[in-house]
């Protein structure tokens, strides 16, 4: 099964200040159709997740351009350009290339 | 885009339990369907994955045997049968469309005695 890490898992930040989240993956997420299936989601304290990118770096509709999404292969990295208060929540990175699909463990963001 | 899960409830050790997930807004048929679960307090886990036909199934190791995946397509319905059900499998059910693009509200499945 492929194992998703993430780090940090607690990511404290000054409003107005970047932030970024690693995700890393046991295997190649690069499927055998050529396409690397990596979502990256955010859920809010009292919230249903929400995806906010899609296969590495695409972003969903509605989702701040502040969001981006970045990595290949087995390495990943979501980034924020400039934290807002409402960014506050946990975010995961998740594997669509294979089965079983697996989540990371989280990284819980919040306001310094 | 909307899904509703139900069915959720308390449930004793061994028992079982049917969720429901309502969709709307969209051609149900022509889209995969996922349940992911979320214990409490803790990180997102994948459940289960149909195909749109219905004719693909997939299922985490923690739950094979015990749970299975259907669809309606003409209802427009998702659910998820649960069957021997243990304490480790408490937790808030989503369904999830697709790659996950949209998500339900959750619906709380306690097993406890």
């Known amino acids: 099964d492929v194992v998703m890490t993430q780090s940090p898992l607690s990511l404290p930040v000054t409003l107005g200040q970047p932030a970024s989240i690693s995700c890393r993956s046991s295997?190649?997420?690069?499927?055998?159709?050529?396409?690397?299936?990596l979502n990256w989601f955010q859920q809010r304290p009292g919230q249903s997740p929400r995806r906010l990118i899609y296969?590495?770096?695409n972003r969903d509709s509605g989702v701040p351009d502040r969001f981006s999404g970045s990595g290949s292969g087995t390495d990943f990295t979501l980034k924020i350009s400039r934290v807002e208060a409402e960014d506050v929540g946990v975010y995961y990175c998740?594997?669509?290339?294979?089965?079983?699909?697996?989540f990371g463990q989280g990284t819980k963001v919040e306001i310094k | 885009v909307q899904l509703v899960e139900s069915g959720g409830g308390l449930v004793q050790p061994g028992g079982s339990l049917r969720l429901s997930c309502a969709a709307s807004?969209?051609?149900?048929?022509?889209?995969?369907m996922n349940w992911v679960r979320q214990a409490p307090g803790k990180g997102l886990e994948w459940v289960a994955y149909?195909?749109?036909?219905?004719?693909?199934?997939y299922y985490a190791d923690s739950v094979k045997g015990r749970f299975t995946i259907s669809r309606d397509n003409a209802k427009n319905s998702l659910s998820l049968q649960m069957n021997s059900l243990r304490a480790e499998d408490t937790a808030v059910y989503y369904c999830?469309?697709?790659?996950?693009?949209?998500w339900g509200q959750g619906t709380l499945v306690t097993v406890s005695s």
């Open positions: 999830a469309r697709g790659w996950a693009s949209d």
């Open positions: 807004g969209f051609t149900f048929s022509g889209f995969e």
């Open positions: 149909i195909s749109s036909s219905g004719t693909t199934l």
């Open positions: 295997q190649s997420l690069v499927h055998s159709d050529g396409n690397t299936y």
């Open positions: 296969k590495v770096s």
């Open positions: 998740m594997q669509f290339t294979h089965w079983p699909r697996s």
